[in-house]
């Protein structure tokens, strides 16, 4: 909707059909909840996790994420060009079995199996995998 000074009010519309005393449908009631500061937020929340999608992208360091399944679901550009994988080669595998060395596996995996349950570990050191096998 447009207000009378022409500015765009978002509105939430529920629609009834509106009946006389026999049933027959004589309009429409309408119920409308202003929800423009709500679009705006989402609008907002969109530009940050874009904003946060690059600064993880072009860091100048290793940045990877799994899902809870420890399935590879982020990838930036460093992780790339230090593994030799690509993001697209990487997505959706899993991060330990598949690239974190034999003897790392069980202790990679409790690192991260701790994170997804809200226990935080810094600066834990552990081999990857390149692509080369290095």
Request: aromatic share 8%.
């Amino acid at each position: 909707m447009y207000t009378q000074d022409g500015e765009r009010v978002e509105v939430l519309l529920n629609a009834t059909t509106r009946r006389d005393a026999f049933g027959t449908i004589v309009g429409v009631l309408g119920v409308g909840q202003d929800v423009t500061a709500m679009k705006e937020a989402q609008v907002e929340q969109q530009r940050v996790a874009n904003d946060l999608t690059l600064l993880i992208d072009t860091a100048n360091a290793p940045i990877f994420g799994i899902d809870k399944d420890g399935k590879v679901n982020e990838w930036n550009r460093k992780a790339a060009s230090i593994t030799g994988y690509s993001k697209d080669e990487v997505m959706g595998k899993d991060l330990v079995k598949t690239y974190i060395t034999a003897e790392f596996q069980q202790s990679v995996s409790g690192v991260l199996h701790d994170a997804l349950n809200g226990v935080e570990k810094d600066n834990y050191e552990f081999p990857l995998y390149t692509q080369d096998g290095e």
